[in-house]
Structure formats: structure tokens, C-alpha cells
């Protein structure tokens, strides 16, 4: 389930993507890499950033894998690149994994842009350079117009009833590390997920925090729409005027 919050935009100007990434190489001590791409993407909150730490085999030595779970295929990632790395011999991580497509990493980035295009980030202890490895799946299927928002020109892809999907389109549209995808238990014997979506350079913190107290507030059995939602955090529930945009 997926509530978008309405963002306000700070008075003043803000940086671009480009401007705030900075370009400098990769270190070579991993957990100095780890920490750099964890704070970038919000790792701690962001419900789709997936950091995994890994020994791999071969080369007897630490490494990490960075990507996003909404944006490649799970199945590729764990049969094509985990298992290889984990228990096959060898010392040229280019003849381990069974990837079709493997770019170099270099800086800071790099990552970034490959991460966005459904890449898995590869880094080693040790090495100042990494790889990325070409393993996207962006949600297609099953996606239809939208009925109730119809545009003339423009995308005809519709949100679905699947939280994840909703969240592989929105990764496609939107190639920003600020995007945050935050989720939060609502419901008391039947727990579902509300997922919070905002730029986190861009939100208002307490327009963002309000929101997050009165999501915690509910104590109902359960929520099951986002409608529901609605009327447990609008300020006026019988307001014939809502305040909230759906």
C-alpha cells in the first residue's frame, strides 16, 4: 500500500542530482565505501535499498553488492551473482558471475547512474574500482492505462494493487538517490505496510514528521486502503472538502 506524500518545496534553490554526487574515485577500504553509499541512499529507511555482505570464495575476500530490490531481477541477482561468488574458484570475478553485461565503476558516480538502470553495484576490500552487473527488471507486466487520470500525451502506465510494482514504476521515472521509499507497519492484528514516498533533500521535515506521527497514532485492527488511510490521518474527517490528494 503506498501513500505519496504531498511534498513542499523549500524557498530556497536546491542543487542538481549531478551537483550533489560528487565524482571523486572509491576508497580502497570497503567499509569507507559501504558507509559513503549507505548515507547517500538512505539505506537505514529506504525499504528497497539492499546492501549485502558477502566472502567470496575465490579470492578468499570481503566484498558488498548495492542495488535496488524494486528495480532487478531477485532470481538473476541470487542465481547469476551470489551463489557463483560464494562458492565457485577463481580470481577474475568476470569468469564467476554469469552476467551478459558488466560495466567498471570508478567513482561515486558511477554507482549512482548504474544503481538507477537496474545494476548491481559489485565493490571489493581493497580496490578502489568496482563493477556493475547489467541484471534489470523493471515492472511491465500486467500494467494498464489509467482510467481514472487520462492524459492526452504522456505515459499510459497506471499504479496496480501491488505496492512493489507501483514502486519498480516509480524507480523507472524517478533516477534520484534522494527518492525515498519508507515504510511503516499500520494495523494492530492484521499488519499492512504503508509506504511513505518523498524526496528527502526537497520535504518539508515537519510536514513529512506530521505525517509519520499520525500514521503511528492509528489503533485500529486493521487498514486495508488507502482510503481507509485517508480518513485516519485527515484533519477534518467529515469534512466534505478533504485535504489530502489521492
Do not use: C, W
Not at 84 to 113: A, M, Q
Amino acid at each position: 500500500m503506498l501513500y505519496h506524500l504531498k511534498r513542499k518545496f523549500m524557498k530556497h534553490s536546491r542543487s542538481t542530482e549531478a551537483a550533489d554526487i560528487t565524482t571523486s574515485p572509491l576508497s580502497g577500504e570497503l567499509t569507507h565505501n559501504i558507509e559513503m553509499i549507505e548515507e547517500l541512499y538512505s539505506a537505514s529507511i529506504n525499504k528497497d535499498f539492499v546492501v549485502r555482505d558477502i566472502h567470496i570464495k575465490g579470492m578468499d575476500s570481503r566484498a558488498a553488492l548495492f542495488f535496488y530490490a524494486t528495480a532487478v531481477d531477485l532470481d538473476k541477482v541470487e542465481q547469476s551473482i551470489i551463489s557463483p561468488l560464494l562458492t565457485e574458484e577463481g580470481k577474475d570475478i568476470r569468469d564467476i558471475v554469469s552476467v551478459e553485461h558488466i560495466s567498471d565503476v570508478n567513482d561515486l558516480l558511477d554507482v549512482s547512474e548504474y544503481i538507477h538502470q537496474g545494476y548491481v553495484i559489485f565493490l571489493t576490500e581493497g580496490s578502489p574500482n568496482g563493477l556493475a552487473f547489467n541484471v534489470a527488471s523493471y515492472e511491465h507486466r500486467g500494467i494498464e492505462k489509467a482510467e481514472n487520470e487520462v492524459l492526452v500525451k504522456g505515459p499510459k502506465e497506471a499504479f496496480t494493487e501491488s505496492a512493489s510494482v507501483n514502486l519498480s514504476l516509480l524507480r523507472k521515472r524517478i533516477s534520484n538517490p534522494h527518492f525515498i521509499a519508507e515504510g511503516m507497519g499500520v494495523g494492530v492484528r492484521s499488519k499492512s505496510e504503508a509506504t511513505i514516498l518523498y524526496m528527502n533533500d526537497l520535504v518539508d521535515e515537519n510536514v513529512l514528521n506530521e505525517v509519520k506521527k499520525r500514521i503511528e497514532r492509528i489503533e485500529v485492527d486493521s487498514v486495508r486502503s488507502i482510503e481507509m488511510l485517508e480518513q485516519f490521518i485527515e484533519e477534518r474527517t467529515y469534512s466534505v472538502y478533504g485535504k489530502l490528494k489521492m
